[in-house]
């Protein structure tokens, strides 16, 4: 698939995403990360695709998701109180937060 295809295919996904429900999508590192309201919390949300994602960082707060993820460079865990990471084989709970 050349570049003009690779770039059609990103903005249908991103498209797709934004009628889901996710906000302020993001490239980082060749993922695709974005902010999104859960049940109980708003997920920062990292490696989107058509059919799934690879994890979440939840946050209490909306604002807060949306920081953490406009700053994130995808390296370690993104910044803020987030308060669990939920996926990719685990279950975090934020060591900040840990008394």
């Known amino acids: 698939m050349g570049r003009t295809a690779d770039a059609m295919n990103a903005r249908a996904l991103e498209a797709f995403l934004h009628g889901q429900g996710y906000r302020q999508l993001r490239w980082i590192g060749g993922v695709l990360c974005g902010v999104r309201r859960f ?30 993820l406009g700053v994130w460079d995808g390296e370690d865990h993104p910044c803020g109180p987030w308060i669990k990471c939920k996926g990719a084989g685990v279950d975090l709970l934020n060591p900040a937060l840990q008394a």
């Open 39 to 68: 049940n109980f919390t708003f997920g920062l949300v990292v490696g989107l695709t058509w059919e799934c994602y690879e994890r979440r960082y939840c946050y209490e707060h909306e604002q807060d998701a949306l920081a953490a």
